[in-house]
């Protein structure tokens, strides 16, 4: 079946955290924000169970600490809560979009929040709205809210569960309701999502690294298709669909997204990354005085690269942790100082020196292209870029923000041609089916999508051939 997606359709990646059943619930979903910030630096929200009958919620633009007052959290004092924080495209980004989503259904109140993307949402939109529904936002989590608003079910939880069942693509979603908590992860699996016991309580979120942030121990992954239900009788899970679909979690979240601390599927992020830096120093070797590594996300990358290659891993490039990634403005000029004010390199360690600079990823090839510059600038004798993993050639429709494939360096060049727009002495990419070995498993265990262009969940051919002329 061919799904549509439009090119208003949000892309989001994002956070997800719950507690239920904990003393200061609010408290430890603002701790579990923080340690999910680097999935989403645009919105930020939290709502919580203020009452046995009500939920109250505090949502806004900006970062966890720009958004929550310590006055706000004492007004969320709670026994249980959820929080999301939200990254979109610029052009798409407002409040009205920000989660948790509060809606009314079935004479309760339900809070949602989702991280993913949903490739039906927009014809489920327009038949609700035929149907006479009328959408306050533009987030696929609506949609999700709406279907089950209409299911004959009377209960909240069933609602959810059979709506959920009507959407396709990426969701790792959690519900709040006075009642219930409520999380599911998609059949696919695309998007992590992970259980924890906390005292008597419970906590749902994106990666592990919420668990830690709050004290809590790790209990499981949610499966792939699985419908958690925690509630006063205690927990059930549910199959949101009878077939079992292919196992596809994104490789992207090893490669880049997720903190290194967290561990996914069992595997530690940070480890899975050193071994992405050794294959690629075995595959991919070249003769030189210094690695170092595009901080943060590809420090991990590069100290086992270094290791590998018995070359020293060197600090060749400082990051200014004060710069969110939303100060750098378009236009070249800004745009070079912006970088060069967020990431400088350190003259005395690359000056008259052969680097290997390592990164994980080349997207639109713009952080490439300057490092480069900066780096020679600063004296570098040459600088031989290698990535740790394949080019990024076809744009995400489950949840990653690179949406469009015409602003993909890699979408129809070759890696030479890659070589020559960046300005690298060589460039290097690893193959996918070293990145799914580090991974544990073979590339058919991931969603490898943007990089071979194998939609799992099936992508209208229009939208991505659209997608492709429209930034040509
Ligand atoms: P680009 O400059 O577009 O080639 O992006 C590649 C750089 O951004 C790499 O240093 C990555 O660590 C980082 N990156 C990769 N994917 C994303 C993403 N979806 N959002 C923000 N940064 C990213």
Redesign the pocket.
Known sequence: MKTILPNDSPKE?CGVFAAWDCERAQVLTHFGLYALQHRGQESAGIAARVAPDRLALRRDMGLVSEVFSAADIEELEADAALGHVR?STAGESSLENAQPLVVRMKSTSVALAHNGNLVNAPVLRQQLEEAGSIFQTSADTEVIAHLAARESEKDVRQSILSALGQVEGAYALVVLTPDGLYAARDPNGFRPLCLGRLGGGWVVASETCALDAVGAVFVRDLAPGEFLSIDHGGMNSAKIVDEAARASLCI?EY???ARPDSDIAGRNVHQVRKELGRLLARDHHVEADVVTG?PD??ISAASGYAEEAGIPYEMGLVRNRYIG?TFIQPGDDLRQRGVKLKLNPLQKVVRDRRVVLV????????????LVRLLREAGAREIHLRISSPP?RYP?FYG???STRG???ASERSVEEIRSVVGADSLAFLDVDRVAEAAGGKASDYCVACFLGDYRVPVDAAEEHESLEVFQ
């Open positions: 990646a990254y992207f490669i880049y997204f595009v996300s590809s990634r990164d994980d990823s080349v997207v639109r090839g713009t952080t490439s292209r300057i990024y995400c990653i923000d690179t602003t993909l360096i």
